[in-house]
């Protein structure tokens, strides 16, 4: 079972530090989004996408990507991002569009990030310290529950 991450994440890398520990605990590849193509899945069994959410949504980049790749119904696919508000509604719109290209899509996280974007800025920001240990134990724990749960789905 081969694992890839594929993630987009700049401002304060909070996407890049759960990326990390979920690449650690899956054993997987992790590739920055600006230096990959569509053609990158091919290889690999699952594939976790992460972002950082811009006004509600995944960035523009990595939705992008979603559209370009393949369909592939035999590959496991999972969904993942930081955000001011760590919640999971922001991951509905990139695993509806994984969904539609018919992955399987097997699992969706968030946590919160340090979130100076927009009118965040005005205040200094939110969520400093960021993702901290607990958001990582649990992205961690993500992973690892991922990983279990794709080792005993019956194949397609």
Known sequence: MKSLILVRSYH?????????????????????????GPGIITNYDIIG????????????????????IPSDK??????????????DKFNEFAKELLSKKEFNVVGSFACK??????????????NKGH???????????????IKKMVQFQVPS
């Open 12 to 36: 304060h890398k909070n996407t890049l530090k759960v990326a990390e520990v979920m690449a650690q605990a899956l054993e997987a590849d992790l590739v920055d989004i600006q230096e990959s």
């Open 49 to 68: 996408f992460g972002s950082g959410i811009y006004w509600g949504k995944f960035d523009r980049d990595m939705l992008a990507l979603i559209d370009k």
């Open 74 to 87: 035999n590959k496991k696919v999972f969904v993942f991002s930081t955000g001011g508000m760590g919640s």
């Open 113 to 126: 990030g340090f979130d100076t974007f927009g009118p965040f800025k005005l205040v200094g920001g939110i």
């Open 131 to 145: 993702p901290d240990d607990e958001d990582l134990n649990n992205a961690r724990d993500f992973a690892l529950r």
